[in-house]
């Protein structure tokens, strides 16, 4: 049942250059009195209302004005004891993220339609959610900020709404949720996300089954230096081993190899590297694998011949990358990029895009739109601009191939990227596993039924094989990418890579698509379950941790991601045990009885109970 409490207020103001100050506060019963601040009302009007409901509250903020204008700045902040509340995440984390003093500026953190979502958790030492914080506004930017007041450790907690450029409106509404529910930490979290996609009622992108398909990319051991025969050798051995997708990285527009974008903007294929583009990716695709091609789509090379072409429609130019950022309120701006991608779909017939560096379109100082009174701009609005430039994007490519691959990466996530991708792959972190598992499990947290991807998994050719299966193990729960050279790689290792290729097919249901639960995010998530209705999976990332293996209602798998030969866990039942090693092979076959105990799993391996 749920109890409204509306508060209407009005901020009746001249339209001066003194505008009054607005300030509110409003009186919750999970965060106390929240305090809504505006040093500059301008002509716009304020209203409020408050709303309770299964535990949760949610605060509503109208604007409107009557005539188009730029919106205030404006800020909502509180206070709450740190009781029982030891540990933050938030959806960017790729380490423990610590709390703050208030004085020091670290705590905030900014999201906006490419950059992360506005959400914060903080939770106990049970795992229990202790408080969360989250709202609806995912287009325009928004800082968040929890910080610790040292006298007394008090939580000082600020949102910031319109702290970075805007265009002018007339209406604006956000709405903001607060939870304290006494509920799994991550479970609120999803809550929260699904909430957020239902309150904007944003619809994500088709996501055909080849998005969960491990997949092979060329950036880490290539870099820009790609070329069609190299490529070649390494998919037939990588469609051997289980992978069905390839994505070529930057390189294959480009003679240069100095890393950069000085020479994005033609998109054009290196004849030098690509002697037969069309040739080249129906051979790839005999092999059975999907092709990908990556863009930089913001980026206009100073280098390209179309650089001449769109000055004076760039957000900003960095002397530093070579390129220029592209303003996507231009609508050929927009309908170049669209074509550019449409024709590379018609003509080379390839299977997808990798479409980087979205985050860009933003503005930085001032908006280079308003001396020029948005002259040749139909959009006023940056992220509205952008939205219909990635909505374009995915509606042409998909009438051509409803089943088009369409990848991100983190930190463009969460519910507005959805609508234009289908894939969504951890931040660059070669050869840290652990920043990979972290970066895993926040997307999951936050991309609903999207594929997550893993960064792609890396390591020196003579690494051992019980690591190659400890790094595959710790991105088990997300789609693999690999980009090592694997015509360098022994055979133990390729070995290694065979078998959880193969594991994470045959349970793929359960892993990228199951009930996700991970445990401890403080500690890098040293453990993480998923489950259906027919198998649940445990990964164990940390030596001698106890784990609860759960119901005897299913089978019950144990991945062992330490250096360990056993795993320790609180068996419920009599059961039978059959363990097998980081290559597949079956080690033992045992009986089990209830209680804790050791169990012979080897490093690198599975258990399976049943």
């Keep these: 049942m749920k109890h409204v409490l509306t508060i209407f207020v009005l901020s009746l103001c001249m339209a001066t250059a003194h505008a009054e100050k607005y300030s509110k506060l409003i009186d919750t019963d999970i965060a106390g009195k929240i305090s809504l601040t505006c ?14 409901s299964n535990g949760k509250e949610f605060i509503t903020i109208k604007l409107r004005c009557t005539t188009p204008q730029v919106p205030p700045k404006f800020s909502i902040s509180f206070t709450l004891p740190q009781k029982d509340i030891y540990h933050l995440w938030h959806p960017c984390a790729t380490t423990r993220y610590r709390f703050y003093p208030d004085w020091n500026g670290k705590s905030w953190q900014k999201s906006q339609l490419a950059v992360s979502i506005p959400l914060l958790s903080f939770f106990n030492e049970h795992n229990q959610n202790a ?3 989250a709202c609806d506004e995912v287009f325009h930017t928004v800082k968040t900020q929890m910080a610790i007041r040292e006298e007394g450790c008090i939580m000082c907690c600020e949102m910031k709404y319109f702290d970075e450029p805007a265009a002018p409106m007339t209406d604006y509404m956000t709405t903001i949720l607060l939870d304290n529910r006494n509920i799994f930490w991550s479970d609120a979290i999803q809550e929260a996300t699904k909430w957020i996609d239902t309150t904007i009622r944003l619809t994500p992108c088709n996501i055909p089954e080849s998005a969960f398909a491990p997949l092979y990319s060329t950036w880490y051991q290539f870099h820009q230096d790609v070329h069609a025969k190299d490529i070649e050798e390494e998919c037939a051995i990588a469609s051997k081993l289980g992978m069905k997708t390839i994505i070529i990285d930057d390189g294959w527009q480009t003679d240069d190899t100095n890393r950069g974008y000085g020479f994005c903007g033609d ?12 040739a080249h990716v129906k051979k790839v695709q005999s092999m059975g694998m999907k092709y990908m091609l990556w863009y930089s789509v913001p980026f206009m090379g100073y ?36 074509e550019t991608y449409e024709k590379a779909l018609k003509n080379w017939e390839i299977d997808g895009f990798k479409l980087d560096f979205i985050d860009q379109f933003t503005i930085t100082g001032t908006d280079p739109a308003i001396a020029e009174n948005y002259a040749g701009r139909d959009y006023k609005s940056v992220p509205e601009a952008t939205d219909a430039l990635m909505k374009e994007i995915t509606a042409r490519l998909q009438r051509i191939k409803p089943d088009i691959l369409i990848e991100f990466r983190q930190a463009y996530m969460g519910p507005a990227i959805r609508q234009y991708g289908n894939m969504i792959r951890v931040g660059d972190c070669p050869g840290d596993l652990q920043a990979n598992r972290i970066g895993i499990a926040n997307l999951r947290l936050t991309s609903g039924t999207t594929a997550v991807h893993a960064d792609m998994l890396e390591w020196n050719k003579e690494e051992y094989p019980l690591n190659v299966a400890r790094t595959i193990i710790s991105c088990i729960f997300g789609v693999i990418q690999y980009s090592a050279m694997l015509r360098d790689i022994p055979q133990d290792n390729q ?79 009599n059961l039978k045990l059959k363990t097998f090693d980081m290559y597949g092979k079956e080690t033992s076959n045992t ?19 049943y």
């Excluded at 301008?42 to 408050?50: A, D, I, R």
């Excluded at 303003?327 to 309908?335: A, C, K, N, S």
């Excluded at 445990?538 to 759960?550: K, L």
């Excluded at 089990?592 to 105990?597: E, R, S, T």
């Design 303 to 338: 280098y390209s011949k179309n650089f001449k072409r769109f000055k004076g429609k760039f957000l900003r130019l960095s002397d530093h990358s070579k390129a220029g950022v592209l303003d996507p309120r231009f609508p050929e701006v927009r309908e170049f990029l669209a």
């Design 591 to 609: 009986k089990l009885k209830p209680g804790i105990q050791y169990l012979p799993i080897p490093a690198g391996g599975y258990g399976l109970l």
């Design 267 to 278: 998109w054009e294929i290196s004849t030098k590297r690509f002697p037969d583009m069309v």
């Design 131 to 133: 408080f969360l914080l």
């Design 39 to 52: 040093e500059q009302t301008g002509s716009w009007q304020f209203s409020t209302s408050l709303e309770k």
């Design 495 to 573: 070995n290694v890579i065979r078998h959880w290729l193969t594991f994470s097919q045959e349970h793929q249901d359960a892993l990228l698509k199951g009930q996700f639960k991970p445990y401890s995010p403080e500690a890098g998530f040293p453990v993480i379950k998923a489950e259906n209705n027919q198998e649940r999976i445990i990964a164990v990332y940390q030596d001698n941790m106890a784990v609860n293996v759960g119901k005897k209602d299913k089978n019950i798998y144990i991945l062992n991601g330490t250096y360990n030969y056993y795993i320790i866990a609180e068996v419920p039942a």
